[in-house]
């Protein structure tokens, strides 16, 4: 059985090309390829970027980000939360949990995590644990945000 090993992804010209990959399979909308145009500076730049190999081709990826707590809007206590982004599993590949690996490797930093998900992967999300948080229209700005909340964390009321 293949274990999933995420893997923090170097800002590099490499990782650019196995992006390219992703957008080839027809999934320009989750294209982080100007995320890393704009980041591309040295191979040991600060990389929000996060990966699976399956062998040497790059199946599955995300972005991480932490946000400092005083542009918290979402969680109580008032602290560091995550946001998650471009969760994008190639679809050969979906289905075997590589998803979930990444989403279990953010979850691993014990920090809450807000996520605006993709149309029709709202099962995905409820597995994981994720809930819809309650709209406020002038702080979600017509997204719907998603929360995953630690131990001792709830959402702002």
Do not use: C
Not at 102 to 107: E, I, M, S
Not at 124 to 145: H, Q
């Amino acid at each position: 059985m293949y274990t999933a090993k995420v893997e923090k992804l170097l800002v590099n010209y490499k990782t650019l090309e196995e992006f390219k990959a992703f957008k080839e399979y027809g999934l320009q909308e989750l294209s982080m390829l100007e995320d890393l145009e704009s980041n591309i500076i040295e191979n040991d730049s600060v990389s929000p970027f996060y990966g699976i190999f399956f062998g040497d081709k790059l199946v599955a990826r995300m972005s991480l980000y932490r946000v400092d707590k005083k542009f918290n809007k979402y969680f109580e206590p008032a602290q560091d939360y995550l946001e998650l982004w471009k969760l994008e599993v190639l679809p050969d590949y979906q289905k075997k949990g590589f998803g979930k690996a990444l989403v279990d490797y953010a979850k691993s930093y014990n920090l809450p995590i807000k996520t605006n998900p993709r149309v029709k992967s709202s099962e995905f999300w409820e597995k994981m644990g994720f809930t819809p948080a309650a709209y406020n229209m002038e702080r979600d700005l017509g997204e719907n945000p998603l929360l995953w909340f630690p131990k001792g964390v709830h959402e702002i009321d």
